[in-house]
Structure formats: structure tokens, C-alpha cells
Nanobody
Framework: QVQLVESGGGLVQAGDSLRLSCVAS????????MAWFRQAPGKEREFVAA????????DYADSVKGRCTISRDNAKNTVFLQMNSLKPEDTAVYYC????????????????WGQGTQVTVSS
């Protein structure tokens, strides 16, 4: 069982940066692929970024590529999402997710989810 707790969301202006954090419980954090998804009001949850457990490879949605960086600190059971040059369309609840799969970007591939943290970007 893995429990995930996100933090770092907030209200920012367009062009600002935010760093989201997700702390995971459990001793096997280093063996889980971790990801960030987001859900804007009235829209479906969508993939943002993922980092695999084995070789640390990363994947990004086209909408955030070049602006966001996902990283992990296995010693602290934490995954981060650094978001730069934020846009109003980045406004959403951001969810941390975990899976034992080696590489995954689909919602149904993730077994564990956090409660989410709100990111609001004003224009």
C-alpha cells in the first residue's frame, strides 16, 4: 500500500513558477514509477509527467514539455514537479500517482493516487 500526499500548489500569475511535491509512504517508493496528472474544471484528468523507478527515464505531455521537470528523491520518498512559465491553461488540480509498472502515462495504469493540490494561474 502506498499513500501519497501532495503539496506546493497555490495562486500565481502567468509566467511564474511553482514546485509541487509529493511524499509517499511505504518502503518500496524507489520501485514505483511516479507521475503527475491534472484535472481542470469540466475536463478529464490528463497526464502531465512521469519518472520511472528503474532508470529514471521521464515522459512529458506535449503541453508542458520544456516548461516542466519531474524529479525524484528516493531517500526522501518524494517526487517533484517543477513548473516554469506557467499559463492560465495550467490551472487545475494536480494529482500525484504511483504504479509498479516500469513506464506508464495512462490513468488506468496507476494504482495509487493522492488527494490533489490546486494550482491556479491568473492572467
Amino acid at each position: 500500500q502506498v499513500q501519497l500526499v501532495e503539496s506546493g500548489g497555490g495562486l500565481v500569475q502567468a509566467g511564474d513558477s511553482l514546485r509541487l511535491s509529493c511524499v509517499a509512504s511505504g518502503r518500496t517508493f524507489s520501485t514505483y514509477t511516479m507521475a503527475w496528472f491534472r484535472q481542470a474544471p469540466g475536463k478529464e484528468r490528463e497526464f502531465v509527467a512521469a519518472i520511472s523507478w528503474n532508470v529514471g527515464s521521464t515522459d512529458y505531455a506535449d503541453s508542458v514539455k520544456g516548461r516542466c521537470t519531474i524529479s525524484r528523491d528516493n531517500a526522501k520518498n518524494t517526487v517533484f514537479l517543477q513548473m516554469n512559465s506557467l499559463k492560465p491553461e495550467d490551472t487545475a488540480v494536480y494529482y500525484c500517482a504511483a504504479t509498479a509498472r516500469g513506464r506508464a502515462s495512462m490513468i488506468h495504469q496507476y494504482n495509487y493516487w493522492g488527494q490533489g493540490t490546486q494550482v491556479t494561474v491568473s492572467s
